[in-house]
């Protein structure tokens, strides 16, 4: 099929624990492909090209996205909603509302919500090559 059309009415708002071994629980909603690391449901074949997944996440107040290695791939966070704060190997900025942030291979990053009300932000992941696409059912 040459396109796929898919909502956040459409996919579950799945409740991830302790995500990466962060605090409390986010919410996923995989809208297109699909992450191998979260216990959340999707599309792997979704994409031809090397992106891997794209999905909205919420992070009610207090909570986070604890600390992981990017190895072998990009991915972007970009704020639709709230503030949070991002760390990047050493550096520690601050994101809101129309900010994104990319992730580069070989860097670590952690993510939380520092506002009083829920944090949601759009997560895309792309990778080198074929062979680091580990798609998983």
Not at 32 to 55: A, C, K, R, T, W
């Amino acid at each position: 099929m040459a396109y796929v059309v898919r909502g956040t009415k459409d996919v579950e708002n799945f409740p991830v624990e302790k995500c990466h071994g962060g605090e409390g629980t986010i919410f996923v909603k995989q809208l297109l492909g699909y992450e191998p690391q979260l216990p959340v449901p999707g599309n792997p074949d979704d994409f031809d090209s090397l992106i891997n997944f794209m999905h909205e996440t919420t992070l009610p107040a207090g909570t986070t996205i604890g600390r992981h290695p990017q190895i072998g791939n990009e991915e972007i966070y970009y704020v639709i909603e709230g503030r949070g704060e991002m760390k990047v190997d050493e550096d520690t900025f601050v994101m809101e509302a129309g900010t994104a942030c990319l992730t580069k291979s070989g860097s670590y990053h952690q993510f939380r919500n520092i506002g009083d009300k829920d944090l949601r932000i759009i997560v895309i992941e792309a990778v080198f090559d074929k062979a680091n696409k580990n798609h998983k059912k």
